[in-house]
């Protein structure tokens, strides 16, 4: 029959004891592959190869059996270590098993390895995969699996450590914190495995770049961390930061494509920025704040000014949600005027919010904030239902023709699944034409989904609903994606009509983006004319609405109602 191999190892001085022993193994249908062995020296010599079993004598005449089973289990503390004497007393028995032997046979008793053989190596094997599972629980409770960094449980130890240390010798501490910017575009683009495959490239650089007593962390996701212990002067944790800069700034090569990375860095001082771990974590969390705020990567030693700057951010924004719950909001309009008769044909609506302490904050500040923490779907709603409500207000009142309403939609307003719903059914409760409203998306809204902002600009102008596309050419659609957009009006963005007529460049765009839109048979309206000569430049080119300062700036509505009646408010002012 087949025999089954075994590894062996034969600690033994005596030639026929260990021939007996490998007869009673074969007998049993094991077929050793063995070494045989009966000094110090030339045991340390075979225990470089892996064993399956171990059989040692327990008495011999250079060479101890307790000893020998140190050096085995010095070397691999799971494998079998079984005594096989002529000369073991009960008392030696127990002792040999309490030094971490298996078992122990008497030499004049091998039957017994029939039953004992095959049940220490499986037990070998039992002890071997609950080692490795422990090992590994260890490995993952402190470190990253994927990148075998520090993960954030050991950070926290160490950055707590190191800080003591630091503390009792008067020394410094840095921490770094930095993140990828736009992983998740390459994620995206290139696939969750090029992603990981970035972090451990990045990881690696991290590694090699750090001193040699650097602790580098993976904290989550794209976000890292290293600590710099032993600072003497702030001098040399900058040129660790300058060290670190550019070995990011090196192309890393992922999918066949070389792709620059950047990333944000933020970084704190212990004790000048905290007094203690989570002080400075804190501190390092702001400075990062700040350089993503600021976008596209960089960094920013963390300085008290931030901290004051947070704080009145996250104070804003706790007013912001006051001020959403209760409706603390107002809406002022800006005409647009028709160039050939000064009439108004519509109107927009501007948000305004006043502080009850601040005074007026600027939508410049307050939107990207409520963008910025989701505050802006209801504001939206509130500010498209305030508008519907004038124009309703302004039917009752007998103003006829009624201006069309230009409302405003944030990229996050656009994509809600539910806008559709939500602009039909305010419509329906203030009884208005469809067509009496005008929907405002940018351009660079509409090109971060092409596709799906095209299906939603349907079921909009399915509904009757006018499509302007504001701050034209500002963005990148192509011309090919404005003739698939149902789009009504065309804007043309102040930064244009700002330097005209002077500017040739701004002076060829905008003639330019006028002649498309005749052509296209899509209305067109040039904002933010403040001065005569830019409305004459746009009269002579044929724009047919304008908008801006020179006719009037955002007001109440009750200032508006007086230019929504005959005779044509701004015909005076036409060239």
């Known amino acids: 029959m087949d025999r089954i191999p075994l590894q062996a190892l034969i600690i033994e001085d005596v030639e026929d004891d260990a021939q007996l022993l490998l007869r009673e193994l074969r007998r049993n249908g094991y077929e050793p592959d063995y070494v045989c062995v009966d000094t110090e020296e030339a045991l340390a010599e075979a225990l470089q190869n892996p064993w399956q079993i171990v059989f040692s004598d327990f008495t011999m005449p250079t060479f101890d059996g307790i000893k020998a089973l140190r050096l085995v289990r010095q070397k691999d503390p799971d494998v079998p270590f079984i005594f096989v004497s002529g000369t073991l007393g009960e008392e030696t028995a127990v002792e040999a098993v309490k030094s971490g032997a298996q078992d122990y046979i008497l030499k004049g008793n091998l039957r017994r390895l029939s039953a004992t053989v095959p049940r220490e190596l499986q037990e070998s094997?039992?002890?071997?995969?609950?080692?490795?599972?422990?090992?590994r629980l260890r490995f993952l409770a402190n470190y990253d699996e994927l990148t075998a960094l520090p993960n954030r449980a050991l950070f926290d130890r160490r950055l707590n450590q190191l800080i003591e240390q630091a503390r009792r010798q008067g020394?410094?501490?840095?921490?770094?914190?930095?993140?990828l910017v736009r992983f998740r575009d390459i994620n995206s683009s290139l696939g969750q495995n090029a992603g990981d495959q970035l972090l451990k490239k990045i990881a690696r650089r991290l590694v090699k770049c750090a001193r040699t007593d650097d602790v580098v962390v993976r904290l989550a996701g794209d976000e890292f961390a290293l600590i710099l212990p032993s600072l003497v002067l702030k001098s040399d944790l900058v040129q660790s930061i300058g060290k670190l800069r550019r070995t990011l700034a090196a192309p890393v090569t992922l999918c066949g494509y070389a792709l620059q990375v950047h990333a944000s860095i933020g970084v704190s001082v212990f004790p000048d920025d905290g007094k203690d771990a989570e002080e400075l974590q804190r501190s390092v969390a702001m400075a990062m704040h700040r350089v993503k705020k600021e976008g596209k990567g960089g960094c920013r030693f963390f300085k008290p000014e931030i901290r004051e700057q947070l704080h009145q951010r996250l104070s804003l924004e706790r007013d912001l949600a006051q001020a959403v719950k209760g409706q603390r909001f107002s809406l002022h309009y800006q005409p647009q005027v028709e160039l050939s008769s000064g009439r108004v044909v519509a109107v927009e609506a501007l948000l305004r919010w006043t502080h009850p302490d601040r005074g007026p904050i600027s939508p410049a500040i307050f939107i990207p904030l409520a963008e910025e923490t989701g505050q802006i779907l209801p504001i939206g709603q509130w500010v498209l239902a305030e508008a519907c409500r004038q124009v309703s207000h302004w039917?009752?009142?007998?103003?006829?023709?009624?201006?069309?309403?230009?409302?405003?939609?944030?990229?996050?307003?656009?994509?809600?699944?539910?806008?559709?719903?939500?602009?039909?059914?305010?419509?329906?409760?203030?009884?208005?034409?469809?067509?009496?409203?005008?929907?405002?998306?940018?351009?660079?809204?509409?090109?971060?989904?092409?596709?799906?902002?095209?299906?939603?600009?349907?079921k909009l102008r399915d509904l009757g609903l006018s499509i302007s596309l504001d701050d034209f050419g500002t963005g990148y659609s192509s011309l090919s994606y404005l003739k698939r957009f149902p789009v009504n009006v065309l804007k043309i963005d102040k930064t244009f009509v700002d330097g005209l007529p002077n500017d040739l460049d701004n002076a060829a765009i905008t003639r330019a983006i006028i002649a498309m839109t005749e052509r296209l048979r899509l209305h067109v309206v040039a904002e933010g004319v403040e001065t005569r000569e830019q409305l004459e430049f746009l009269h002579n080119e044929g724009c047919e609405w304008v908008q801006g300062y020179y006719f009037q700036r955002p007001v109440p509505a009750d200032n508006i109602t007086p230019l929504l009646t005959p005779p044509p408010p701004f015909a005076s002012l036409l060239p």
């Open 125 to 135: 094997e039992t002890r071997r995969q609950r080692r490795l599972a422990e090992k």
């Open 171 to 179: 020394l410094k501490v840095g921490l770094v914190q930095l993140n």
């Open 395 to 458: 039917q009752a009142t007998g103003i006829s023709p009624t201006p069309r309403m230009a409302v405003n939609l944030s990229a996050f307003q656009f994509h809600q699944r539910n806008l559709v719903e939500i602009v039909s059914r305010i419509i329906k409760h203030y009884q208005l034409d469809p067509e009496q409203l005008e929907i405002e998306i940018t351009e660079t809204a509409l090109m971060q989904d092409p596709d799906t902002a095209l299906q939603m600009l349907k």
